[in-house]
């Protein structure tokens, strides 16, 4: 089974279990022998088809003239010199390039995945905005940045959020059918709990993310404490607008029972002083939810970080709001890879 655009071999990462028993029925071999190999490859995370011991030889060589394992090459892991954050560069079949990020954090190990090469959404503030939109990525290929990570790291990834390159809802089937594979009890057995998909308002989707009662969570990039400002850092907003994005999220809260994150990257100027708090916290209102400041990772152009007074200043406003507050203080900033800060040539 050979891609017919272009007679590329079919990567095995990304294929689910009934896929998998397909393809090994077509081959002449028993149903159960999918199950195998759908473990070796999820739960053991090898690097080569021939390292199934348990799978027979005929079987193992069938796939292997149709199949490659990995969709994924690692070009390259820079880890930071001042905490335990890694980046990974990785090409695709196709040749383009995509950013990983892996960030400790007391018992945390949380694998930030890129869901497109690019993003269309245009972020004013964001560099992989500035890469442009060049494709989305296959289920195989962000599943594959979990396998390929979790073989290089010492520790078991505990957490996993669709924070990367991209906009994932904007590539949502692929999106879900990755979360799918990474929760699957058969595989990876990552909880529903500690699996996140970000977006930056993609109404229509979070709509249909919450009709569909998807056990993961949620976080909505807000930036903001009103459309008007929302609309000159993210064009998005004039697509969907932020009265339109609230009740999406209350929906999702309605169906799910669990709040949703939202999400505001502190920009000197911009949005952060006491008025822009005090509007924030009047647009939350008794939304049930969780509010994550972010302080902003500078990438060289017009935006700047607040000073710290000024984020404690900010931060001062909402001490006795009626939803939970964290802070997110960026990791990995020495190479580039904290938020909004992952981009390639």
Known sequence: ????????????????????????????????????????????????????SNVPKALLAKLSETHILHPLS???????????TEKFLFTVQSGEKIETVIMKDGKRNTICLSTQIGCAVDCDFCATA?????????????????I?????????????VFMGMGEPFLNYKNVILAADLLNHSEG??????RITISTAGIVPKIKQFAEEKHKYKLAISLNAPNESRRETIMPITKTHRLNDLME???????????????????????????????????????????????????????YERPSEDEIK???SQLKNVPFQVTVRWSRGTDIKAGCGQLAVD
């Open 1 to 52: 089974m050979k891609n017919a655009r272009n007679g590329e071999k079919v990567p095995v990462v990304g294929q689910s279990l009934e896929k998998l028993e397909s393809i090994v029925k077509e081959m002449g071999f028993p149903r159960f022998r999918a199950k195998q190999v759908f473990q070796w490859i999820y739960q053991h995370h090898i690097e080569k088809i021939d390292e199934m």
């Open 74 to 84: 690692l070009k390259l892991h820079t880890p930071s010199e001042l905490e335990p």
């Open 130 to 146: 500035k890469m442009g939109f060049q494709k989305n990525l296959s289920a195989g290929e962000i599943v594959d940045q979990f």
């Open 148 to 160: 390929q990570v979790q073989r290089r790291t010492t520790l078991p990834i505990t957490n996993i």
């Open 188 to 193: 990876i057995g990552m909880g529903a709990r």
């Open 248 to 302: 999406a999220a209350n929906l999702y809260y309605e169906s799910s029972g669990r709040f949703p994150t939202f999400e505001y990257v502190l920009l000197a100027g911009i949005n952060d002083s006491l008025k822009d708090a005090n509007q924030l916290i009047q647009l939350i209102g008794r939304q049930p939810c969780k509010l994550n400041v972010i302080p902003y990772n500078e990438i060289g152009g017009k």
């Open 313 to 315: 200043s900010f931060l």
